[in-house]
């Protein structure tokens, strides 16, 4: 049975692959496995069936022969085990891609996803302003600078490509367009990633499915 | 050689078992690794020595036989994968271990995080404020509540103990006790967590660092 991904019936940013299906549809596309999608909408979201998927009540999660996983991250290591592509093949260098797994979700995301979700958690709160995004901002700065002094003149975080670049470029694609370009390494990073063909093929699944506009229930 | 972990000279919770080299020392105790500390003062994060060990300047840092780990999870499951007793043997259920993993530090704890950090970075900042702080806690409430619900009557979150039940207990530990205190279920599987002797033997290790008080340089 090809693997079964969920993803948004209606991805909030449209299809510019910011939602976190991308993660588990680039991996997808980099070990070469044919999969399905399953939509589902914001209501669906929070229902009892998807919920018993992911007891968050987010996407993505991946489902085949029995095995159900929510975690983008988690679904990426899966893939990554069980596959030749996205690690390498030294048991050290195996640890360290794991490694930049977790320092995408772990340490470069959050200060980036509290910024995002700010702009429409915090609107009408008497914090929001322009002061405070300034403050955001610069979390999100102090590890952006941190990342790109390790990178440096790198082509990836640790030799070849591998699943922690995965993870890292698609986290640092949903920092603010301006801020990344403060660190030309790391724009540079992610056009790399970009520029994949697994990662267009990825892009271009997803981008399709939003192509005609909201659908009326979503 | 021993395994050296990097931890603070003095840390700010005063061995409370609250910062991240727990959850190495933890899995270090898990699977019988006896191990080395090596201490980092406040300063020395930010040193290139240490920065050359963990790019963003923070603990822990794992070495061993010129392996070089950052990243709490990625030690844990650096430790996991090599040696028994923090992943069951089928492969779907060490695939969902390390979806739980990824689940404590990427869904659970940011919320955490950004409120315990908000108390001293947001001190004097104008949205500094009792309303902002419910605002918070109704973020870490959310994901809780989700946590609390799959929990339900069960003793671990899937089956046996593992790596996700280490990251999970250790990441809920953060949380502020009332808060917990609101979901007895969560409260008792920390305190399940708390019972191991392995935890027992961890938290010791790291509180005696701490129990003559902060060092003259930290």
Redesign the interface.
């Known amino acids: 049975m090809l693997p079964i991904l969920t993803v948004f019936k209606w991805s909030p940013d449209g299809g510019k692959g910011l939602a976190r299906d991308m993660r588990a549809r680039w991996a997808l596309e980099e070990v070469g496995q044919a999969y399905q999608v399953r939509l589902v909408s914001f209501k669906g979201l929070k229902a009892p069936e998807h ?1 018993a998927r992911h ?4 996407i993505p999660t991946f489902e085949q022969d ?2 159900v ?6 679904i990426v ?2 893939l990554a085990l069980r596959h030749p592509g996205l690690l390498p093949s030294d048991p ?1 260098g195996r ?2 891609a ?2 930049w ?3 995408a ?3 470069v ?2 200060p980036i ?2 910024r995002e979700q700010s702009e429409f958690t915090d609107r009408g ?3 929001y ?1 322009p ?2 995004f300034a ?1 955001l901002d610069d979390a999100i700065r102090a ?1 952006l600078q ?2 790109s ?2 990178l440096g003149e790198r082509e990836w975080l640790d030799g070849a490509f591998s699943a922690g670049d995965l993870m890292m470029v698609l986290v640092l694609r949903r920092a603010e367009a301006p801020l990344l370009a403060e660190f030309p390494n790391l724009a540079a990073y992610v056009a790399r990633g970009e520029a994949r063909s697994a990662y267009k093929h990825a892009y271009a699944a997803q981008a399709a499915l939003y192509a005609g506009g909201p659908p009326e229930d979503w």
Do not use: Y
């Open positions: 919920r007891p968050f009540g987010q029995g095995l996983l929510f975690e983008s991250g988690a290591l899966h050290d640890a360290r794991m490694m797994m977790f320092a979700v772990s340490t995301e959050p996803v509290e709160k008497p914090w302003s002061e405070r403050f590890r941190d990342l002094a390790h």
